[in-house]
C-alpha cells in the first residue's frame, strides 16, 4: 500500500468512527498540496466502496481573511456525499463527530454540466436554484490544528450540510444578512458577501477546480458557497437556527 493510500485509510477511518487522529503532515511533512487531494479522492473511495455517492462538493477559505491566515490565494474544496446530507429541522447527533462546528452557508443545485474556466454569468445559468444551507465542519485531528495539506486530505473538513427551501436560481444572494442563533440567543451575525465577496463566485471556483482533475459538476450536484461567519462549536441539547434575509431559515438540535 503507498504512502498516500495509507493516509487515506488512516483518515477515512478517523471519520468513520469520530476518532481524532495526529495531523498527517507530523510523519510526513512534505505531503503537497496535490498530495493532499489525491488523499481526499481514495478516502472517498473507501465511502464509495460502502455504498456512499457522491452528490456534490464543499467550498473551503472561501474569506479574504482566512485566505491570509493561511497564507493562501486560492480557496480549497471537499466532497459531498448522499449520507453527509441531513434532514433540515432534525437531531444532529454529537458523538458522530469529533470537533463538530456549524457555518451558514449559501448552497446552489447544478442544472447542466458545470467545468473549468467559465465567467459569474456561465455559473448562474447552470444553476437550477439557490437555498440557505448550514455546514457541519469537523477536523480529525487532534485539538482541531492542521496545515493547509492536512485539512485538504481531511475533505477540507466537510461532514454534514442542511439545506433549507430552494429558491429561483435569479434570486439576489450577494450581500444578505445572516444570524446564527443558539437556543434563540444571537451568536454569529453576518452576509452573504463575506463569501468571496458574492457566492456566485465561489461556484466559479468549484467548476474551475474540479475541472482541473477533469471531473464536473454535474446536473443534481449540490453546491456549498463557503462560510459566511466564524464557525460555533457545538454542544449537545444545542438549538440552532440560521436566518437569512429573504431566504427563510434552516434549523437543527443537537442530540448526544
Known sequence: MSKLAEFARIIDEAARTATAVPQLTDTQPDITVSDAYEIQSLSLAHRQERGEVQIGVKMGLTSRAKMLQVGVSEVIWGRLTNT?????????????????????EIAYIIRKPLSGIVSAAEALAA??????????????????????????????????FFVGAWHKPETDVSNLGILLEVNGRPAQIGSSA??????????VAAARAVGDIGESLEPGYIVLAGGATAAHPLTPGEYIQTSFQHLGSVSFTVAN
Not at 127 to 142: K, L, T
Open 194 to 203: 463575506a463569501i468571496l465577496g458574492n457566492p456566485i463566485r465561489s461556484l
Open 84 to 104: 453527509m446530507r441531513l434532514t433540515e429541522g432534525h437531531d444532529l447527533i454529537r458523538s458522530h463527530y469529533v470537533h463538530p462546528r456549524v457555518e451558514p
Open 127 to 160: 444553476v437550477e436554484a439557490v437555498a440557505p444551507a448550514m455546514e457541519i465542519i469537523d477536523s480529525r485531528y487532534r485539538n482541531f490544528k492542521f496545515t493547509l495539506p492536512d485539512v485538504i486530505a481531511d475533505n477540507s473538513s466537510s461532514s454534514s
